[in-house]
Structure formats: structure tokens, C-alpha cells
Nanobody
């Protein structure tokens, strides 16, 4: 079992950057595929990005490709989401999640463990 805590969210102007952190404790995060999902008010939770156990492969939803970068440091049990060129439509609560298989990372059901979420608000 792994416990996840996200931090790094906040209020930023459009066009600026934020870096989210996800710290894992308990079982090593290197045992899991890690993902970032987000949920805006009144909307379903949606996939944003995922990274393989080794960090060698990353996956993104189309709306963030070229702007967001997922990375991980398994020695520090930490996963990151670098978000550049932020847009107001990126406003949401961002969740870090851990799963077992890379084939299911684009769906909520592909994850077994979740953090509590961190709010990202982008003003226009």
C-alpha cells in the first residue's frame, strides 16, 4: 500500500507555470505506474498525464501535450507535474494516483491509490 500527498498548487495568471509534487510513503512509488488526473467543478475527473515505473515512458491527454511534463525521482519517492503556459481551462483540483498497469492509465479505474488533491486556479 502507498500513501500519496500532493502539493504545489496555487493561483497563477494565464501563461505562467506551476510545478506539482506528489510525495509517496509506505510502499515504494517505483512499484507503481503514476498518474495525474484533474477534476474541475461540475465535471468528471479526467486523465492528464501518466509515467511508467522507470520514468522512461510518459502519456498525456491532448489538451496538455507540449505544455505539461510528468517526471519522477524514484530515489525520492516523488512524482512531478511541470505545468507551463497555463490556461484558465486548466483550473481544477489535481490528483496524484498510483496504479498497476500502464494499459489503464487513462481511466480512473486504472488507479488503486489516490492523494487528497491540490487546487490549481488559473486566472485570465
Amino acid at each position: 500500500q502507498v500513501q500519496l500527498v500532493e502539493f504545489g498548487g496555487g493561483l497563477v495568471q494565464a501563461g505562467r507555470s506551476l510545478r506539482l509534487f506528489c510525495a509517496a510513503s509506505g510502499r515504494s512509488s517505483s512499484s507503481y505506474v503514476m498518474g495525474w488526473l484533474r477534476q474541475a467543478p461540475g465535471k468528471e475527473r479526467e486523465f492528464v498525464a501518466a509515467i511508467s515505473r522507470s520514468g522512461g515512458s510518459t502519456y498525456y491527454t491532448d489538451s496538455v501535450k507540449g505544455r505539461f511534463t510528468a517526471s519522477r525521482d524514484n530515489a525520492k519517492n516523488t512524482v512531478y507535474l511541470q505545468m507551463n503556459s497555463l490556461k484558465p481551462e486548466d483550473t481544477a483540483v489535481y490528483y496524484c494516483a498510483a496504479g498497476q498497469t500502464i494499459r489503464a492509465v487513462t481511466t480512473k479505474s486504472g488507479y488503486n491509490y489516490w492523494g487528497q488533491g491540490t487546487q490549481v486556479t488559473v486566472s485570465s
